[in-house]
């Protein structure tokens, strides 16, 4: 979708989030041919164990969107309103059940060849759905952070993420670990739920493919409750077949050290737990239902959008991206990174420091992961509406 420039008006991209396998636009005509091929091209002079955080993918392998995007789109596309839910639960391990399938419903499927756009300094992306609105920015560029709040004042929940991934070339694989903590609080009930993020895999050979893996911790402070889930994907021999985005855990009481559920199913279609006392398997999560025939964003008000919006920032490169206009995609590419290096010298001349616009960030007490604060109270509606 694309909003043009008027006198007063910035140039809007934005395009279908992400849904189940089939219905968004990562397989779509405008992706570049022979992806496979242009990408060991691309690797063959990388060592494995490389750092590739500040690696320059050429537009062949990009789709059209922000990683700044990519994030938000988790927490306000959905065809269900899951917070509610959460709020809503008659009690804490209702509440606690909601929260683990929410956390699930933001895996999202990838499509191998290709990645989102690194968010320069200082990029923003600011939705609403519905009475949630949410805003994240770009905290820092080295190491990249990417930072979240969304808050929903008549649910009275508030939402604070901060992330930094880090890819490493395997060889045969690309790891994309997610560091970082999501809080999601739930005010009413003066509940915090502290949470990971599991971490993309990258297959390249033998069979090429992308996959959610590795270990989330959910964990409410105030009840006690904790949920394990563990995110595989089984392949047979040589990489064919075998069961994929299996996502297998437990929830504990963990002031009793009680197993009270028993979490299995798959990410991507259906969650179920079992109750360890009485047996009973419900259904606590289904894919087709959350993020299917999920629909672009709409602006409402283009006057307002910031010139720091992600869908702003990228809109000349998604364009030529969708319309397989390579070279201009190159260029566009370029005035945005040649933009982003200028800012940066002019500021280091200067001896300016880059202080974020809308939270405050930190390091962990144990200095290895970052942390933010949002400056703000509530997050205002923007001018970009999710359906």
Request: hydrophobic residues 35%; glycine residues 6%.
């Amino acid at each position: 979708m694309e909003v043009p420039k008027g006198k007063n008006e910035t140039k809007i991209v934005l395009t279908k989030p992400f849904s189940l396998e089939g219905e968004s636009d990562l397989d779509p005509s405008y992706r570049a041919p022979n992806l496979l091929s242009r990408l060991l091209s691309l690797l063959k002079n990388v060592r494995p164990g490389s750092d590739l955080t500040n690696f320059q993918l050429p537009p062949l392998f990009n789709f059209p969107k922000s990683q700044l995007q990519c994030y938000g789109e988790s927490v306000y596309c959905t065809s269900e309103n899951l917070l509610s839910k959460c709020n809503s639960g008659e009690g804490p391990i209702d509440r606690f059940t909601s929260v683990v399938a929410w956390s699930i419903s933001t895996t999202r499927p990838a499509s191998f060849g290709v990645a989102p756009y690194n968010p320069t300094l200082g990029e923003t992306h600011h939705v609403s759905k519905g009475n949630l609105n949410v805003l994240l920015e770009q905290v820092s560029l080295d190491p990249p952070v990417s930072a979240l709040h969304a808050t929903d004042e008549k649910e009275n929940i508030e939402m604070i993420w901060c992330q930094q991934t880090a890819p490493k070339f395997r060889g045969t694989s690309i790891e994309a670990r997610v560091h970082g903590k999501r809080l999601l609080k739930l005010q009413n009930h003066r509940e915090t739920y502290e949470m990971n993020s599991p971490h993309l895999s990258i297959r390249i050979l033998p069979v090429p493919g992308v996959d959610w893996v590795g270990n989330v911790t959910i964990r409410c402070l105030e009840t006690g409750l904790e949920a394990e889930l563990s995110y595989t994907s089984s392949r047979s021999f040589l990489g064919v077949g075998g069961n994929r985005k299996l996502i297998k855990g437990k929830i504990v009481d963990t002031s009793l050290f009680k197993v009270l559920y028993e979490v299995d199913g798959h990410w991507d279609r259906i969650v179920k737990v079992k109750d360890t006392n009485s047996g009973e398997i419900r259904v606590i999560y289904d894919a087709k239902e959350v993020i299917s025939g999920l629909k672009v964003p709409i602006v409402k008000d283009a006057k307002s959008v910031w010139t720091t919006e992600s869908a702003h920032v990228w809109s000349e490169l998604s364009e030529a991206i969708m319309s397989k206009e390579w070279e201009k995609a190159k260029e566009a590419k370029e005035r945005v990174e040649e933009r982003q290096r200028k800012i940066l010298r002019e500021r280091d001349i200067k001896g300016e420091s880059w202080i974020p616009k809308n939270f405050i960030l930190y390091h962990s007490k144990d200095r290895l992961e970052w942390n933010c604060s949002p400056i703000q109270k509530l997050v205002p509606p923007a001018p970009i509406i999710a359906p």
